[in-house]
Structure formats: C-alpha cells, structure tokens
C-alpha cells in the first residue's frame, strides 16, 4: 500500500517540477529526475509482475488486464488528472484513490485499492506507462497537477 502511495507522490512531485522546467536546471537535476523516473517505473514494474503472478491465476486474464491499461493509456488516458465521468478505465482514480486531503480517509480509499487486486496491478502498470513517458518525452508532466492540489482538465 506504501508503495502505490509514494509512487503517485512522485508522479505529482515530478510533474510539478517539469510544468514549471525545474526538472533540468542543471546537470545534477536533470539526472536526479532521470534516476526518481527510472526508479519509480522500476519499483511500479516490480509491483505489477508481483500481483500478476501472486494474485491473478488465468494467464488470459493477466493479459487482459495489461492489455485493457495499456490501451487506457495510448488512447491518452495519462495525460491528464480526470474526471470519473470522463468513462475511461481509470478516469477518476487519482483523484478518487490518492487526492484525499484527509488521512483516514485516504488511508481507507487506499486500502480499498489494495484490496482490489485487478484495481491495483491496473494503477501500477498506469504508474509504469507514466514513469516511461517522464523517461521518453521531456515535455511530458499529468496535466491537472500544481501546488493546490489535483484538478480534472476536461480534454477530448
């Protein structure tokens, strides 16, 4: 539960800090935003192939789940914090699962998370497909994301 929570502080940290081009101000930030990048892809890597392989039996039905996410995420479903309503498979998660300004009830929400496994491996390989993009595209941050908190950007 740890992880999937510090795993989405890191993709707000890291889209502030590129929104506002303070990702490469130097050498020495440009690759310590690289390293919190490839680190964070590889500990939502790990995260997702430990509940696939513990939690989910059908080879089938992984291939599902990874399939129907990485689809979420090519049709552009991370380049924006969203609304629920938008429909999409995880629309609405963020702010749903990790946005919660108070801790029980974030701590509650989260671990309604953990507790649904396909949920769960669903939001690491999102954290995977994100940490990537940070990776491959220096102009990429999740839109919707600044110092006051998280807020739906309505896009097509």
């Not at 303070?22 to 919190?36: I, Q």
């Not at 996410?69 to 999409?88: D, P, S």
């Not at 953990?114 to 390989?125: S, T």
Request: net charge neutral.
């Amino acid at each position: 539960m740890l992880l999937i929570s510090q795993l989405f502080k890191n993709v707000v940290l890291m889209s502030m800090l590129r929104e506002q081009h303070l990702d490469k101000l130097d050498d020495v930030t440009g690759t310590l935003f690289a390293a919190l990048s490839a680190v964070g892809r590889a500990q939502a890597e790990w995260g997702a192939v430990a509940l696939l392989t513990s939690a989910i039996s059908s080879c089938d039905s992984r291939r599902q789940l990874v399939l129907e996410i990485m689809e979420y995420c090519a049709a552009g479903g991370i380049a924006a914090v969203t609304r629920k309503e938008r429909g999409g498979l995880l629309d609405g998660s963020l702010l749903e699962h990790f946005a919660e300004p108070d801790d029980k009830t974030r701590k509650r929400r989260l671990e309604t998370v953990y507790g649904n496994k396909p949920l769960f491996i669903r939001l690491m390989v999102m954290f995977i497909g994100i940490f990537t993009i940070f990776t491959t595209d220096p102009t990429y941050y999740l839109r919707g994301i600044d110092s006051t908190g998280l807020h739906p950007v309505d896009h097509n």
